[in-house]
């Protein structure tokens, strides 16, 4: 799988990031959640980001 990177925190790549994938998804990097009280599969996991990182990729029309 191919990443491109749309929006990050930072410029490093150890913080929230947003990535477009060549499947026409998306990738999210960020910090795991691990008492959020759900039932996720093994294969799965939650992730927080920044609620203006999300704002700043449609601000910007990356997503």
Same mark, same amino acid.
């Given at each position: 799988?191919?990443?491109? %990177?749309?929006?990050?925190?930072?410029?490093? &790549?150890?913080c @929230?990031t947003?990535?477009? /994938?060549?499947? &026409? /998804?998306?990738a999210?990097?960020?910090? %795991?959640? *691990?008492? =959020?009280g759900?039932i996720v599969? @093994? =294969?799965? /996991?939650l992730v927080?980001? @920044?609620?203006?990182?999300? +704002?700043? *990729? *449609? +601000?910007?029309d990356?997503?």
């Amino acid at each position: 799988m191919k990443l491109t %990177r749309l929006v990050g925190e930072c410029e490093e &790549g150890d913080c @929230p990031t947003i990535y477009r /994938t060549d499947r &026409g /998804t998306l990738a999210i990097q960020g910090e %795991r959640i *691990a008492d =959020h009280g759900l039932i996720v599969s @093994p =294969h799965e /996991t939650l992730v927080e980001i @920044p609620v203006d990182l999300i +704002r700043k *990729a *449609a +601000r910007d029309d990356l997503i």
